[in-house]
């Protein structure tokens, strides 16, 4: 699955968005016309998802400067961890966890800014989606930017869906990775990059 941003302007969008919210709380019989505390809630909630929760859909990919790997670095590094927030597309509730990210570079890499990989998995995050499927984009736009020999992606992360609704379990995470190129093909790789981010801090 690949993803993209339509890189518009959130905000001349909000007009639809706000009406059709009106409908839907009108529809759960919500007072919209005569509570103080709800007149303005479509309005807020419409740019909440617009230009915050599911940003990433409209917004461009960050800009990403890309460096040669000048000094012909070939050892595993690590980056994490990265605090994330996305929503499930099942219900919308939120989804809060941290990624973890584990790099093999060659000498024809490319090297990116340590802030750039906390922005890209910011936009991947901002939108509806599971969490499968949110680590593989994560690790597909990577391997486009850096090109290395391999690439590991580890996500840990609460969802509200489970916490909050169905079975109300709060203290229930998911844990999921990709693996690629050396990551997926060397176990003792693997093991020495899981053994490092120890998910227990």
Avoid at 49 to 60: D, H, N, P, Q, S
Avoid at 77 to 98: D, T
Wanted: glycine residues 4%; contains cysteine.
């Amino acid at each position: 699955m690949t993803i993209s941003g339509r890189s518009e302007d959130p905000a001349a969008s909000q007009s639809e968005p706000t009406s059709k919210m009106k409908g839907v709380l009108e529809s759960l019989v919500i007072d919209i016309e005569s509570d103080h505390n709800t007149q303005d809630t479509a309005r807020r909630v419409a740019k909440m998802y617009l230009t915050e929760v599911f940003r990433g859909r409209y917004m461009a990919a960050p800009p990403v400067t890309e460096f040669p790997n000048a000094e012909h670095l070939n050892e595993l590094m690590i980056v994490g961890p990265i605090k994330v927030r996305s929503a499930c597309s099942h219900h919308l509730c939120p989804i809060m966890g941290r990624i973890w990210i584990g790099l093999m570079p060659n000498e024809h890499s490319n090297l990116i800014g340590l802030s750039k990989y906390s922005r890209l998995a910011e936009w991947v995050m901002s939108r509806p989606q599971i969490q499968e499927e949110a680590i593989t984009q994560m690790a597909d736009l990577l391997m486009q930017k850096v090109s290395p020999d391999g690439l590991a992606v580890v996500m840990e992360a609460d969802h509200f869906c489970m916490h909050w609704r169905g079975v109300k379990d709060t203290d229930a995470k998911m844990i999921n990775s990709v693996m690629r190129g050396s990551f997926l093909k060397d176990s003792a790789l693997r093991r020495e990059f899981l053994s490092l981010i120890n998910l227990k801090n």
